[in-house]
Nanobody, 124 residues
């Protein structure tokens, strides 16, 4: 079972930057990795996803595209989320998710793991 630990959350002013890190207890080479966030009273939404493999692709939620950058370093079992030009609406707990896609008894099955989150607060 993969254990994920997020770090890097902090309190910053609007327009500021934060870099979040997520480190896994084992190799993440075969996992698609994602960052999610959950604001108070709201559902947990995906922020960014980076696929596994030699040529990973990254997708972003429309609200963060152009401001956030997700990357992975498989040698360090880690993924990162660089967040720039932060807005108050970015205030949330940010969670890391790892997903492994497998075929079990002939059917696709996803194995997913979550971290406990790190708080990012944007306010003046």
């Amino acid at each position: 079972q993969v254990q994920l630990v997020e770090s890097g959350g902090d309190s910053v002013q609007p327009g500021g930057s934060l870099k979040l890190s997520c480190t896994a207890s084992e190799s993440i080479d075969i996992y698609d990795m994602s960052w999610y966030r959950q604001a108070p009273g709201k559902q947990r939404d995906v922020v960014a996803t980076i696929t596994s493999g030699r040529n990973p692709t990254t997708t972003y939620a429309p609200s963060v595209k152009g401001r956030f950058t997700m990357s992975r370093d498989n040698a360090k079992n880690s993924v990162y989320l660089q967040m720039n030009n932060l807005e108050p609406e970015d205030t949330a707990v940010y969670y890391c998710r790892a997903v492994r896609h497998r075929i079990v008894l002939g059917r696709p099955k996803d194995f997913e793991f979550w971290g406990r989150g790190t708080q990012a607060m944007v306010s003046s």
